[in-house]
């Protein structure tokens, strides 16, 4: 999904619509994705708090590294 958006963005566009037509596309991928997290924390919970417990390390020591 995020490289048909890509290539919307690599190819020049004489008209001043394009973006807005973009901009639509990226709303629609972000309401989509909106709901896959909204099912998975509600349905597998352990996976969600598996998943931010990950991140939270990850951000963690990239903070530290600095």
Do not use: F
């Not at 890509?6 to 629609?28: F, K, M, V």
Request: hydrophobic letters at 50%.
């Amino acid at each position: 999904m995020i490289t048909i958006a890509r290539n919307h963005l690599s190819t020049p566009s004489s008209d001043e619509g394009g973006a807005g037509a973009i901009l639509a596309q990226a709303q629609e991928y972000l309401a989509e994705a909106r709901e896959i997290v909204k099912d998975v924390m509600t349905n597998r919970p352990a996976l969600a708090l598996g998943a931010a417990l990950a991140a939270g390390v990850v951000l963690g020591w990239l903070i530290k590294r600095r």
